[in-house]
């Protein structure tokens, strides 16, 4: 089929390649000429295990081009799916949605037969309606079809979860539509992926309440965490042993640091948003909020007893710095705001995170990027592993330093605490 992506962001870059990679023809658009000129050229703006590859490979067979040239890109295909960001509005909490409509109103120029426009940019409940009523400005009903396609990528796995993804929502009103979804995802469907069809606007809600959900699990064992804490409990016995029951779940049971990322915060808050114009109080999903924004406090609080109150001219290192692993992606990781919040207090920060040197941090005073693990802990006080990468899961900590130990604070329950301390170091973790 002939598909077209509008915004080479994550989401359309992703969707984009892996739709290439299963035979399609597949135009990515971005009104960005600087990155479509170096997405041909094969540097790819992301970080992605596997990605690159793929690319290069897709591009290479001439089944994925770039382009810049909406109208004709929109012209050439039959499913035209927008994939432009739906950020947090500024100073507010709902969705801002104005690269949504301004597609649209494109893409309402350059109907020249049917197409289907799929939004799978994440949009709040009523988006789609929107986007009808915009293109039926200059298009006749009978012209296209708008429906909800929504993505379920994660960051750092996000080819993996394309090609099996546990479900696959079609949110379409119409039946034709929905039967040409269903050919398009028939390499996936034959692989064992659940195919579900839905109205666009429980395809939109499904997006949300989805997101909005795993935000609840990861919270809630984080506040099960820190009752572990004061009653001597390990967590991990908790997650396991509520885990195993089947209703429950184990996975999006790791108890950590504040959830992050570009979808977590930024969905929760758009879901509120969007209840509260309904005028439907989500009260679990604003307490998940709340606690959320609390959890670095928390944890910082937790650093500053480590340290017994004395911050200044301590030397912290961070081991990791994005919000998770397998992602350059700084979004709402909670370093951002506990690493300021350290210096503030006077401490020296360094940190090493195998994605390099973050520009979140260039202006702030005392913070130092340092290029590997060894020299970034030399001479530290207290350790903080923040980010749960492959590359700090077995670091001989004992063979790293000669002489001084320093603390370490394990944010993601990476190691096995009496390992740790039969090597010397005081180790504090979460929910221990
Ligand atoms: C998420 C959704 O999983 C994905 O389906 C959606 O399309 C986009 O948002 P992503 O933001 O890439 O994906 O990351 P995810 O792996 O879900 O992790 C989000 C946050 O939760 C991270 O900060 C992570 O560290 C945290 N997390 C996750 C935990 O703290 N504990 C867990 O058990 C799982």
Known sequence: ?????????YVGLVSGVCFADLGNDVICVDKDLKKIDSLKKGNIPIYEPGLTELVIKNFKNKRLKFSNNLKKSIKDS??????????????GSSADLSQIYQVAKEISLSINKFKIIVTKSTVPVTTGDEIEKILLKRNNKNKFAVISNPEFLREGEAIRDFTYPDRIVVGANDKKSNRIMN??????????AQYINTSRKAAELI??????????????????????????????DISIGMGLDKRIGGRFLRAGPAYGGSCFPKDTKAITSTADKFKTDLSVIKSVIKSNKNRSNLLLGRVFKILKNKIRN???????????ANTDDMRDSSSLSMIPALVKKGAKIKYYDPTGFKKEFSKTKNVSYIDNIKDSVKGSDLVIIHTEWNDFKSINFRNLVKGKKFIIYDMRNIYSPSKIINQGFKYYCIGK
């Open 1 to 9: 089929m002939k598909l077209c992506m509008i915004g080479t962001g």
């Open 78 to 91: 039959d499913i035209i799916f927008v994939c432009v960001g739906t950020p947090t509005k500024k100073g």
């Open 183 to 192: 050919t398009l995802y028939t390499p996936l469907i034959s692989k064992g």
């Open 207 to 236: 997006k949300y309440a989805s997101n909005a959900f795993l935000a609840t699990k990861i919270t809630f064992i984080n506040e099960i965490a820190n009752l572990c804490e004061k009653t001597g409990i390990d967590v991990e």
């Open 314 to 324: 301590k030397r912290i290192t961070f081991l990791g710095v994005t919000f998770k």
